[in-house]
């Protein structure tokens, strides 16, 4: 398994997406967030995605280089038009509009149709933490992205809509990033590129048959990602409904429909809130630091060394891979170098793994 530190996989993330047209600035917030994503262990939203991005650029599907237009705008919130811009531009873009409102109002809340693929939504929860405040945030596939079927049904009606909240706290932010199904579908894609099967309890077939094969999602008829909640999945599609028709209806986009094109980025929804205008940032850090090192102090199982929380794999990988690089399998590296290639870009060595 090819290894390449962060670094040298960003700048080449850059050279690639550059080479491809797109311009140097968007490459690099693009290149840092699918890096970014690599480096927390979130390898479905990381450079995995370099050549369908660049398919998009050269299909004319994706649009670099176009502003986030502001359609509707108010004290303490935004409505606003991606164009098909990239996703990772145009959500940073729209956190750009949000954070000065939240400081003088308190609360902020954007929504945008119409943006690439945005990848991990924890890169924008995790630069409101850093200034002290909380972000709920939210997409959806456009109408697109059908992947998610009903309990009961055979057929996927919702996509994978995640839901991320963070909130700061003095050892660091909680940072809570999940899909409302049981797997993301680009953690399918990984184990389909690499010719894996899947983990038992992630797929239905089309006939409604628990599989382990990944290729169900990307075969006619498609087969379905089961919704998060196990015995419960109601809850995780319910919630999964509720946001297909606020990141839907709140942008101006779409939420999933019949005949929807094939999924191509996100409408997303942002809520913005800075504890200064609250009850001040001294009683959110007390109270949300208190709560975690209360639930950290829970007596553990057998075999059990420590409580996670959420964002701690994330920091748990970040620290492994900052020291010794990214593992990226030979699947995923390989269409990265045909597509580097492809566009007349040196490829980097790497270690062999």
């Known amino acids: ?23 140097t600035g968007e490459s690099r917030v693009v290149a840092d967030g699918l890096v970014g994503a690599n480096l927390r262990g979130h390898d479905s939203h990381g450079v995995m995605r370099v050549p369908q991005y660049v398919g998009f650029v050269k299909d004319g599907i994706y649009k670099p280089g176009v502003p986030l237009r502001i359609e509707v705008e108010g004290p303490a919130m935004i409505v606003a038009d991606g164009q098909w811009g990239f996703g990772q531009v145009q959500a940073h873009r729209m956190l750009d509009h949000l954070i000065p409102k939240a400081q003088s109002m308190g609360i902020a809340a954007g929504a945008a149709r119409d943006c690439g693929h945005v990848g991990r939504l924890g890169e924008y929860a995790e630069r409101a933490a850093e200034l002290g405040m909380v972000l709920l945030a939210t997409v959806n596939n456009n109408g697109a992205g059908q992947r998610v079927a009903p309990p009961g049904g055979v057929a996927p009606r919702l996509g994978t809509n995640p839901l991320c909240a963070a909130v700061p706290t003095d050892d660091g932010p909680v940072v809570l990033d999940f899909g409302t199904s049981v797997a993301a579908e680009g953690k399918v894609r990984v184990y389909h590129i690499n010719n894996q099967p899947v983990p038992e309890g992630w797929l239905l077939d089309h006939e409604g048959r628990p599989t382990t094969d990944p290729g169900v999602l990307y075969s006619k008829p498609s087969g379905s990602i089961l919704p998060m909640g196990g015995a419960q999945a109601y809850k995780g599609f319910g919630l999964a409904l509720v946001l297909d028709m606020l990141a839907g209806g709140l942008s101006g986009g779409r ?6 094109p094939p999924a191509r980025g996100n409408n997303l929804l942002f809520l913005l809130l800075d504890p200064v205008r609250f009850s001040g940032s001294a009683a959110m850090l007390r109270e949300s630091t208190g709560v975690v090192r209360f639930v950290r102090q829970t007596p553990t199982a057998e075999g ?36 580097a290639n492809e566009l007349g870009v040196e490829v980097p060595a790497v270690e062999a793994g």
């Open 255 to 260: 939420a999933c429909h019949e005949g929807a």
């Open 304 to 339: 059990v060394e420590a409580i996670t929380l959420p964002g701690d794999p994330e920091r748990k990988a970040l620290d492994a891979r900052s020291r010794g690089g990214i593992p990226l399998s030979e699947g995923h590296w390989g269409k990265l170098v045909e597509l």
């Open 1 to 23: 398994m090819p290894t390449i530190p962060a670094d040298a996989l960003t700048e080449f993330t850059v050279r690639i997406f550059e080479a491809a047209g797109v311009p």
